[in-house]
């Protein structure tokens, strides 16, 4: 709600926090990060201090929802009371999305807020973006960055695509080989393959190409997250793509044969052995290293091409009394399922987890459509919609495909991320499964961060909006509202697409 008048936010203007809560502080941060670049230093923040008028103060109540918030702007004073420092958090965004874009230009001695009244909170707990750090490596730097990007969404969740056929890039002490050698392919496919044989008629660019993240950089990652509010979810594939683990160690695949980490990209049939016990020995030592509350272990496109050759699995069947191949899949998920659990903490996987037949508890993101996550949902277990029809961000943003950097395929412009509806076709009671969306960046094409951004600005936005509002939407509204928020990509130094800008 507007209200007549403005606040002179200046660089003088202290901040108050009235609370003693630790976290407080990195909402002062936030405020100082926003800020830096306006007045060229942060705000002088007295904590705990009771607000003050000419001030901006925050308060905390317990009495409303951790993640909400309430934002005064009058002439006198800027008040922020929010439910917890999550919710501060959020108030902090908004009111960098207030600023005008002129602001960040800096020099200037204060800056006009709009008085308002604004109150405000998320409708789904989980507003998440998943990076494919396999297929192209991304740096800390660059890592930090996107985490700034979802905290610049108020999203709260960041999903770390670890390992793929095409490199493992976590350090994982018990495991050296993982990262000397799974971390590195020979040379790269250059463009597509157009006969999808990946034969003599693919060209490489016969240039080695690696990166990992030491455990030292994933705490700083997780930290710099946790200071914007962000979980991290780190994904650790099993048992399909694991075709840079099986190049580190040939025991951990069926044949046992020394394969080299994959250069071209689809699905691959070499993946982990179940029939062996060895290979659940090296995953539980390998989740051993990883840390988080949710563990995701992928569980997509695993063919079973290898597991109906090999003794070892075809014993585990009998063993097991399994009749198709197919099952030996949910057997190993649901082992693993067991051991995170043991150790107190949860597993999230890819809705193909569901084929096997899963416990309550698991985790599903649902990919293939949103049929996998409505199964879940109405069978009682956690769902994240992330379905390709409107989630893919590596897909197009238009289709004059000619004009634009080579991408994955489809197309998916920003009006159709928008449409998603992630409560579609679910009652009630199962729409309360549903604990938020996700976009998803794969990075086959995907070579730099400047194309990374590009290819999520401003789509990310729409995903966004899915999750904080999903009942109270019009798309045209948040293109009216998306005008401001492209200049502020600009204000940042992001890069972004201008098609949806484009009349
Ligand atoms: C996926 O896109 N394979 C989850
Ligand atoms: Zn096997």
């Not at 929010?82 to 999305?97: C, I, K, N, S």
């Not at 030996?328 to 043991?342: D, I, S």
């Not at 996998?372 to 409107?390: F, K, L």
Request: charged share 25%; hydrophobic share 40%; glycine share 8%.
């Amino acid at each position: 709600t507007p209200v007549e008048g403005v606040f002179r936010l200046g660089a003088s203007t202290p901040v108050c926090i009235e609370s003693s809560d630790e976290r407080m502080r990195w909402v002062a941060d936030a405020l100082d990060e926003v800020l830096q670049p306006v007045f060229g230093r942060g705000l002088e923040c007295r904590f705990p201090q009771a607000g003050e008028p000419h001030a901006v103060n925050f308060l905390l109540d317990a009495s409303m929802a951790p993640d909400a918030y309430r934002l005064m702007v009058t002439t006198e004073r800027v008040d922020i009371c929010a439910g917890a420092p999550e919710g501060a958090f959020y108030a902090v965004q908004t009111l960098r999305q207030l600023l005008p874009v002129e602001a960040f230009d800096g020099g200037v001695r204060t800056v006009e807020l709009p008085a308002v009244e604004i109150e405000d909170r998320p409708a789904m707990a989980y507003r998440g973006l998943m990076l494919d750090v396999a297929r192209h490596f991304f740096t800390v730097d660059e890592v930090k960055r996107t985490l700034d990007l979802l905290a610049l969404h108020k999203m709260n969740v960041f999903h770390w695509h670890l390992t793929d056929d095409q490199g493992w890039r976590l350090e994982i002490h018990k495991y050296p080989e993982l990262t000397r050698v799974g971390s590195v392919r020979r040379r790269t496919l250059i463009g597509k393959d157009p006969g999808g044989e990946y034969d003599e008629t693919c060209r490489y660019d016969e240039r080695p190409y690696g990166g990992f993240y030491t455990q030292e950089e994933v705490r700083e990652v997780v930290d710099y997250a946790a200071r914007r509010f962000i979980t991290v979810i780190p994904e650790i594939e099993f048992p399909g793509h694991a075709v840079a683990a099986l190049a580190s160690y040939p025991w951990l695949g069926c044949t046992g044969e020394q394969y080299e980490v994959r250069q071209t990209w689809d699905i691959d049939d070499r993946v982990f052995c179940v029939g062996r016990d060895s290979t659940f020995d090296f995953i539980e030592g390998v989740l051993d290293e990883v840390i988080g509350l949710y563990i995701h272990i992928g569980g997509d496109e695993c063919p079973t091409k290898m597991w109906e050759q090999c003794p070892h699995c075809r014993a585990r069947m009998r063993a097991e009394g399994l009749t198709a191949p197919r099952q030996l899949q949910g057997y190993a998920t649901k082992r693993v399922e067991r051991f995170l659990q043991a150790h107190g903490r949860r597993l999230i996987g890819w809705d193909e987890i569901l084929d096997g037949g899963v416990s309550p508890t698991a985790a599903v993101m649902s990919w293939r459509g949103t049929e996998g996550g409505i199964r879940a949902a109405r069978q009682g277990n956690p769902v994240v919609m992330a379905p390709t029809t409107h989630c893919y961000l590596d897909y197009y943003q238009t289709d004059d495909v000619a004009n634009e950097p080579l991408a994955w395929g489809g197309c998916l412009p920003l009006s159709k991320v928008y449409e998603l509806d992630p409560y579609e076709g679910l009652d009630s009671l199962a729409q309360r499964c549903v604990l938020g969306v996700q976009a998803n960046l794969w990075t086959e094409y995907i070579p730099d961060f400047a194309q990374a951004q590009y290819m999520l600005l401003p789509r990310l936005a729409a995903v966004a909006e899915v999750g904080w509002a999903p009942r109270r939407r019009n798309y045209d509204d948040f293109l009216r509202r998306m005008e401001h928020l492209r200049l502020l990509y600009g204000a940042c130094g992001y890069r972004y697409a201008p098609h949806p800008f484009a009349h």
